[in-house]
Structures are given as structure tokens and as C-alpha cells.
Nanobody, 126 residues
């Protein structure tokens, strides 16, 4: 399985970015997906997730109302639309996937996701 994340960049506070993650090497259906981020000196934290049924979503409280996760099963991609970006959103963002989660909801623990992309850096200047 390969996950490739892209779309990061340098933006100003208040701007928007759209991250995408392309999945190859496995069936995308029944594959739970999530985005995590890691800022320098911090642990990797859950940002947003979407269940394999595409219905259930969950978000870190600090990004609710600003970020939206979605998936396109026809294109084997998951996206994270990030609006109203803040300097505290600066981090390396990772997409993660799991084919072993029977639960159709979202699991926040990073240890539930065995598959990871390489990360894409988001820098928000204030």
C-alpha cells in the first residue's frame, strides 16, 4: 500500500489550502482514512478522519468548522480542505489509512493506522 500526500505550502493566516492523499496498492473501499499533523517538538496529533463508509467524520476541536475531510472512492483519494488557517496549524500533515477497522466510524488513535504517507508541510505565517 502506498499513500502519497500533497498540497502543502506556505500561506498567510486566513488563507486556505487543500491537501490530498492518493492511495494505491489496495482496494479503497472499506479503508478508513485520517489526517494527522506534527509540529516541531510536539507529538503527532489527530486532525480529521473519515470512516470507510464515507459517512462518519470526526475532527480535532480546534479545526472544527474550518477543516473538512472528504473522500473520493472513484479516485482513491482523501482530501482535507483547510480554511481560515491559523499560525497554530503550522505542521507536517500526514495521511493515514487502515483496512482493519471494522467499525464504520472514525478512530482517533494513530496506532490504529498501519499505513502512512510521507507528510506534506503546511506553514501559516501570521
Amino acid at each position: 500500500v502506498q499513500l502519497q500526500a500533497f498540497g502543502g505550502g506556505l500561506v498567510q493566516a486566513g488563507d486556505s489550502l487543500r491537501l490530498s492523499c492518493a492511495v494505491s496498492g489496495r482496494t479503497f473501499t472499506r479503508y478508513s482514512m485520517a489526517w494527522f499533523r506534527q509540529a516541531p517538538g510536539n507529538e503527532r496529533e489527530f486532525v480529521a478522519g473519515i470512516g470507510w463508509n464515507g459517512i462518519s467524520t470526526d475532527y480535532l476541536d480546534s479545526v472544527k468548522g474550518r477543516f473538512t475531510i472528504s473522500r473520493d472512492n472513484a479516485k482513491n483519494t482523501v482530501s482535507l480542505q483547510m480554511n481560515s488557517l491559523k499560525s497554530e496549524d503550522t505542521a507536517v500533515y500526514y495521511c493515514a489509512g487502515a483496512g482493519s477497522i471494522a467499525y464504520s466510524g472514525v478512530v482517533r488513535s494513530r496506532y490504529a493506522y498501519p499505513d502512512w504517507g510521507q507528510g506534506t508541510e503546511v506553514t501559516v505565517s501570521s
